[in-house]
Structure formats: structure tokens, C-alpha cells
């Protein structure tokens, strides 16, 4: 049974207004959900439901087209103030605010759990991430260098200049409703931006709660809020951002099917885009992987956060010599799976996030029947749920009779905890169905055959952003550039040379000698 939890409107559970309270929001009949250096809000009212429980946790007030034209306003303004402020000291707020997230990071990993329905272990993990891209853009404050290029001009030399580049807008899908955000904050902030965020309608308090965070050190420093601004809304707030030219880059987390909305948008006014969508990732199970190893990460990857990670393990390929005994005991793993409240420590399957979620959950479970595939396990809601409102359903394992990875159930990525699998004989075989689908986030190798990691990471290997050996498809760490190829959109946040997409980059070819020659020695003397 969940502590303090009670029905829809029957006023808040003290478990859901002691973790609000603790982040400033205490008043949640109708929560402000526009900043701009000012709250405010005047538009529709959105709820924010709890996935456990099923009770109204607020209801926030979005932004009307006016007042985000102004928030789009404020923004600007504060970019052309923040641009002119040295890097290194951008570096130090983004120190003062990972020192502010480290000082609630329980409290908004409790949030999250609260309003995204993760367990709290990853909900605190979010929160770690930001305290760590935030580490790793302090040290980035001091390091966003460019270049000097040999010109072949004599007294001539070539710089390529990295400034801000304007306005930044954040769109982030429900599934981290605080990581996502963090990673763009941090790299953007530092690189002399002004951010403006629309998080997803559905975990509008996370936004909310990290916006009071990061403007309460913004304010202390004298540095405009609208630096790191926020516009909560669905749709209609989301799509006229991503048309507005005051808007220099858009960074979109979120699925295949806006991704493609958003990146035409944004290409037809000829603004910049980084788009992070789906994923369809599989895992591959080599005869020599090592099992005790390989099973439980299968698992992770699969059950954990609910199957709702874009890096969740949706395809599980085994080779036959090892593929009874896996499965034997991923199954021992499943049956051990209890649905519990996300916040309650030993819980490892919290609900999913929405009843659209579980929809799209049974959905896919209806056509794997159409289809005759075998479901291992799973496949239904649970017959007792921890409570009845929750979002819970149970993690499911299938094998379908087609292996062609171009059918529709391999072949589209499915929002929830089902698991495909199917049985190869040779490395190339399971390379070839890795790399068939649309989508190119998150991949993962178990072998520890040096000959089978060769072919996987090199040419011929798989064609996925994340392509791992010996270590699941699921979360990843800051320092390397996060992102997946084709459908998933090409883009790269976080770490390695992400920065660069962030700054406008110059080529300045300074003359300092006494003649002015053309390039390629091209002549044009009258
Ligand atoms: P979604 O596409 O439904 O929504 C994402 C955001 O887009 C939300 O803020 C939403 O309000 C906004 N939006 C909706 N329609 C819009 C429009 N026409 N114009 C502009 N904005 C619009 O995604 P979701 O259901 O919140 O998130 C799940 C998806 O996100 C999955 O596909 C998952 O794989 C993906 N995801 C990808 C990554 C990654 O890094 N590749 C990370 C997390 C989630």
C-alpha cells in the first residue's frame, strides 16, 4: 500500500505536498508556469497527475501566445546582456547552481518520482546528472576555445572564433523532465546564451521546481532571470516556439513523429536544430558473453524506468548456442518483478507515466497476439495494483515468428516494457538486424571475444550513436557526446564536442602586413 496516498480529489497526500512544499511550491491550486525574470501564467490551466496514485498533484497555469511572445522578448534581451559577460564567470553561476541542485537534489529526485512515476533512485540520478553536466561546463567556461589557421596569404593569419549564438530553446519530452533540460542548460548557459525551456505538459512541476533553483541563483548574481526562462503549455505553446525566428537554436528531445514536425519547421526558416528522438535498441548476446553479467543488464535496460528510457532495451538478440539459458533466467528475473510506489526504496517497477502510456502498452500487446508471437511473460495489467488509479502494467517478453526486422513490431519503437527477441546463428546476421530499423540510439554487444568488438564498433558494426560492449543500451554518462544516427535525428548533447552546436562560429582572416593579396594567388590589378 502506498503511504499517504489517496484518491483523486480528495485533496493532496501528505507524501505529495510534503516533497512540493520542500520545493517552494506549496500553493497548488494554480501554480504559475511562465518565468521570465517574473512568474506569471494567465493561460489554460494544465494538471499534473500523478502516475501512482492518480491524484491531481496541481494545476499550472501556462502561457498564453501573448506572454510568450514577451517571455521571447525578455529572453532576447537578457542574451544581449549574458554574451558580453566573460565565460569564466558564466562557468562560476553554473557552480553556484549545481551547488543549489546538490542541496535539493533528494527533494527534486523525490519529484520527479512523484510526477514521472521513475523510482527514486533514478529520479535522484537525474538530478546527479545536472549537478554533473553543470561540473563539467564550469571547467568547459574555461576551455571553449578556437583556433589559429595557417593562411597561406603572407602576413596573414586565421582565427576561427567561437561566440553565443542567441536565443536557445529547450523541448523536453516527459521521461526527463530534468536531466534533458540540464544537459542543454549547462553547455548553453556557458557558451553565453539565454534559454528559454517548454517542458513537457505532463511533469510541468519538475520544470517548475528546477526553474525556482536555477533563477534563485540567477537573481542573488543580478543576472536578468530571463536567462534561464520557462514557458509551460502543450502544443500550441511548443509549436510556436519552434516557428518563432527569435529563436536561434531549438533543441527537441522527444518522438520520431514531432522530431519530424519540428525539424522541417525549423530548416524552412533556416534556424538551428538538434533533434534527440526515439530509439529501437537491441541488445546482442554472444555464445561466449558472460551470463551473470549480461542477464541482469538485459533487465535493467528493459524493465527499468518501465521500458520508458529513449535508450530502453526493446530488442534482445541471442545467439542459439545460449539463447535457452538466457532466457531461462531473464524469466526468473521477470517473475521477480513487483510493482510498487517509485518513491518506496525497494521498489524496482514504478507505473508508467500516463493511461495513454498503458494504452500504447496494450496496443502493441493486441498486434503481437494478431501476429502469433509468443508472450514469454507478461502482457496484461497487474490483477492487484499497489493502488488501483496507478499506471501499472506488467513487463512483457515476446517472441514473434518473423525475424524480418522491417515488420512494424521490430521495427517501431514502443513506449513501454516489451522486450522482442528472436534467436541468430552468426555475429553478421544479428549486426544485420541491429542496423535495419529506422531508429540509431542505443546499442550493446556481450561478448568477450576481442574479434566480435572489432566488428562491432568499426565500419561494419552497428550503426547506432551509443554503441556499447559488455555494458547495457540503457543510461548513459555525461562526458561523451549523447545522441543517436538516422531517425533518432543525428543530434549530440552532453558531452565530447556537443558545445559546438551551441556557439556561432566565425572564420576571421586578419591581415597585418602591408599588402592585400588575393587568395589562390587570383589577380585583379587594373
Ligand atoms: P513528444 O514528442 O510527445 O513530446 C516532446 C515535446 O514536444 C513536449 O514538450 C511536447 O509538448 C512538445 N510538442 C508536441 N507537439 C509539438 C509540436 N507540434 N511542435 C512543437 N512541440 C511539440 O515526446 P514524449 O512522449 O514526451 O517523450 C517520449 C519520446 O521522447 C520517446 O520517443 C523517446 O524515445 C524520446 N526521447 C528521446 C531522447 C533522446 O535523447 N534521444 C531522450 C528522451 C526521450
Known amino acids: 500500500a502506498l503511504r499517504g496516498a489517496r484518491p483523486v480529489g480528495r485533496g493532496l497526500s501528505t507524501r ?63 542574451y544581449v546582456f549574458f554574451r558580453n559577460i566573460p565565460a569564466p564567470r558564466r562557468g562560476e553561476l553554473l557552480r553556484q547552481i549545481r551547488e543549489a541542485l546538490g542541496a535539493k537534489r533528494e527533494e527534486l529526485g523525490a519529484l520527479v518520482s512523484l510526477e514521472m512515476g521513475k523510482i527514486k533512485t533514478e529520479g535522484v540520478g537525474e538530478v546527479q546528472e545536472f549537478v554533473d553536466i553543470c561540473d563539467y561546463a564550469v571547467g568547459l567556461s574555461r576551455m571553449m576555445n578556437g583556433r589559429v589557421v595557417a593562411s597561406e ?15 536557445v530553446a529547450v523541448l523536453s519530452a516527459f521521461n526527463f523532465p530534468v536531466a534533458v533540460y540540464g544537459w542543454n542548460l549547462a553547455l548553453s548557459m556557458a557558451a553565453g546564451n539565454a534559454t528559454i525551456w517548454k517542458p513537457s505538459p505532463t511533469t510541468p512541476l519538475c520544470s517548475i521546481a528546477v526553474t525556482k533553483i536555477v533563477s534563485g541563483v540567477l537573481e542573488r548574481n543580478g543576472i536578468p532571470g530571463a536567462v534561464a526562462g520557462l514557458v509551460t503549455g502543450g502544443k500550441d505553446v511548443g509549436s510556436a516556439v519552434v516557428e518563432s525566428k527569435d529563436v536561434d537554436l531549438v533543441s527537441f528531445t522527444g518522438s520520431e513523429h514531432v522530431g519530424r514536425i519540428v525539424g522541417k519547421t525549423v530548416m524552412s526558416r533556416f534556424g538551428k536544430v538538434i533533434l534527440e528522438l526515439g530509439g529501437n535498441n537491441a541488445s546482442v548476446i554472444m555464445p561466449d558473453a558472460d551470463l551473470s553479467l549480461a542477464v541482469p543488464a538485459v533487465f535493467f535496460g528493459a524493465v ?12 534482445l538478440y541471442l545467439h542459439r548456442q545460449i539463447a535457452d539459458e538466457f532466457m531461462g533466467r ?16 525497494a521498489t524496482l517497477l514504478g507505473p508508467m507515466h500516463t493511461k495513454d502510456a498503458v494504452g500504447v502498452y496494450h496496443n502493441a500487446i493486441k498486434h503481437l497476439k494478431e501476429i502469433d508471437a509468443e508472450i514469454v511473460t507478461g502482457g496484461k495489467n497487474y490483477d492487484q495494483s499497489p493502488l488501483d488509479a496507478g499506471n501499472f ?26 522486450l522482442n527477441t528472436a534467436v541468430f546463428d552468426d555475429l553478421e546476421e544479428a549486426i544485420g538486424w541491429n542496423n535495419a530499423v529506422p531508429q540509431g540510439l542505443s546499442s550493446s554487444i556481450w561478448t568477450r571475444d576481442l574479434r566480435n568488438v572489432g566488428k562491432w564498433i568499426g565500419p561494419s558494426g552497428s550503426d547506432a550513436g551509443i554503441v556499447n560492449v559488455n555494458v547495457g543500451t540503457s543510461g548513459a554518462e555525461i562526458g561523451a557526446a549523447f545522441g543517436g544516427n538516422k531517425s533518432t535525428g543525428w543530434g549530440r548533447e552532453s558531452g565530447g564536442d556537443a558545445w559546438k552546436e551551441y556557439v556561432r562560429w566565425s572564420a576571421c582572416t586578419i591581415n597585418f602586413s602591408d599588402a592585400a593579396p588575393l587568395a589562390q594567388g587570383v589577380s585583379f590589378a587594373t
Open 304 to 315: 527499468g524506468t518501465a521500458g520508458q528510457r529513449c535508450t530502453s532495451t526493446r530488442r
Open 393 to 418: 502494467v506488467q513487463p512483457t517478453i515476446a517472441i514473434p515468428k518473423s525475424v524480418n526486422p522491417t515488420d512494424q513490431i521490430w521495427s517501431t519503437e514502443t513506449f513501454a516494457p516489451i
Open 16 to 78: 505529495a505536498s510534503d516533497i512540493l512544499t520542500s520545493l517552494g511550491i506549496s500553493s497548488t491550486a494554480e501554480v504559475s508556469g511562465v518565468y521570465d525574470g517574473k512568474w506569471g501564467g494567465s493561460g489554460e490551466l494544465m494538471q499534473s497527475i500523478c502516475p501512482t496514485t492518480g491524484e491531481v498533484l496541481a494545476r499550472v497555469k501556462t502561457a498564453t501566445p501573448q506572454e510568450l511572445h514577451e517571455a521571447l522578448e525578455k529572453t532576447r534581451e537578457a
Open 153 to 167: 596569404r603572407p602576413g596573414h593569419s586565421i582565427l576561427e572564433v567561437p561566440n553565443p549564438l542567441g536565443v
Open 330 to 345: 531473464l524469466k526468473k528475473l521477470y517473475a521477480s518483478v513487483v510493482p510498487g510506489d517509485p518513491l518506496d526504496s
